[in-house]
């Protein structure tokens, strides 16, 4: 069934429609990532209280011999437990360097009290089949975890250590993402969701229990900021442009953006597309959702989507546009310790397009914002760039 409204004229989608078609050939070949539903295998509830059985057995053990017990968790803060698959992305090797949770070390007994602590309302979150969100296990005792990154870390140091995707532990997070354009699912509960092509919905908290996503998108368009999502709405870019989709993370996506992203993929494979500044700091959050990142490489299967391509905003762009330097920004310390660091990084050589933006950015030593276009008309985005880079295959 369509949606309205419509947008352009079928022939204006060829580029996207011979993308799409590439893209699902190389999936039947093997070549272009995982096929629909593949990922890492959810674990039943019983299977993650039997984990958790395990490990405090392991505690107990340790105690009637007299000994300290401590967690082993895979080290996830180094290149060198990570390794890289075109069609994956980042993941962790099977045999990585851990990192031990002592009990009886000054240093890091709290975590592993804490950790105590957060598996036991695990167990009974699972065992009542009931859900809290990671706030919610924060104030429980806020004064003992001290801070909401506390809690975060220790719950995907949980999720590592049992091997389980986290949603699986009955925990969830709170979206930040919203999405917009021609899509309808069921929540969990049965509540029917309509996303418009005029206002944006929240990405729901539990991506694992939506179903029956229908949409005849042509494209999804991942942009990177909110204030660029909310001018392409007021611009009615994704009503022009029907059918598609636009989701954004507001920044650094949050686990539900990129668990949704990844499951629009895999339901719907259509064409995906990164609006992100031309900027060190973009590149990454493009990364992110392509590759994954390095904290959540344990989970790469059911969070990465190889297939994103960047659409903009480009270093050649902002060159073969001729932005005025006065709207373009020096690159700072940092900025240029990021660009290094991301070319140093395994996926950039499979990525020569990538990198040859890049190395336009770091030759010309500054970076663009998306606002920058704003210099050749206040919806240039929306009228002349998006639609042009659409319609003629300008991503790489």
Known sequence: MAFAPMGPE??????LDRHRASLLAALRGGGGGEPAGVGTRLASSSEVLASIETVIQDVITSLARNEAPAFTIDNRSTWENIKFEDSVGLQMISHCTTKKIKSDSLKSVKNFAL???????????????TYATKRDIYY?????????????????????????????????????????GNLRYMEEDGTRVHCSCATAVAVPSNIQGIWNLITDAKFLLIVEKDATFQRLLDDNFCSRMSP?????????????TRLLVRKLWDTCHVPTVALVDADPHGIEIMCIYKYG???????????????????????????????????LIP?????????????????????????????????????AEIQALTFL????????????????????
């Open 10 to 15: 079928p022939s204006f989608f060829q580029a």
């Open 115 to 129: 950790i105590l602590k957060i598996l036991s309302m695990i167990y009974k979150l699972v065992q009542s089949d």
């Open 140 to 180: 429980t005792d806020s004064q003992l975890f001290g801070n909401q990154t506390t809690v975060d870390s220790i719950i995907n140091d949980i999720s590592c250590m049992l091997k389980v995707p986290r949603r699986c532990l009955h925990i969830l997070s709170t979206s930040k993402g919203l999405i917009a």
């Open 244 to 256: 598609c989709i636009m989701v954004t993370g507001k920044g650094v996506p949050d686990l539900n």
């Open 293 to 327: 990142s390095m904290s959540m490489s344990f989970e790469a299967h059911n969070l990465t989507v190889p297939a994103v391509r960047w659409l903009g905003l480009l270093p050649s762009d902002v060159k073969r546009l001729n932005i005025p330097k006065d709207n």
């Open 331 to 367: 690159l700072t310390k940092r900025d240029q310790m990021k660009l290094d660091s991301i070319l140093k990084r395994p996926y950039v050589t499979c990525q020569p397009c990538w990198r040859k933006e890049m190395e336009i950015m770091a030759d010309s030593k500054m970076k």
């Open 377 to 396: 008309s206040s919806d240039y985005l929306s009228r002349v760039y998006l639609p042009n880079k659409l319609k003629f295959g300008g991503w790489i």
